[in-house]
């Protein structure tokens, strides 16, 4: 279907080979990764932080709220 058996070899060959350019010398793409990794993680703990200090500034139990319907059924009591 796809040919010979040394026509698939020829195929892996040319996947196999490398395209990218020379990987030992000037390659900047490991330290370029840290940077972008170690930015990701300062700006995650940063966000944890600050959400943290805002969870902490909030009140541990908040008024149960009235449905608007019973508000003004109340309003005319108080003020009698």
Sequence with gaps: MWGDPGEDA???EVF???NFGDTRSGGLAGPTGL????LL?????LLIRNMNARLRRLPDRFEQQRPPGEDSAEKPDEQK
């Design 10 to 12: 020829t195929v892996i």
């Design 16 to 18: 196999a080979e490398n």
């Design 35 to 38: 940077l972008i990794i170690l």
């Design 41 to 45: 993680v300062i700006g995650t703990v």
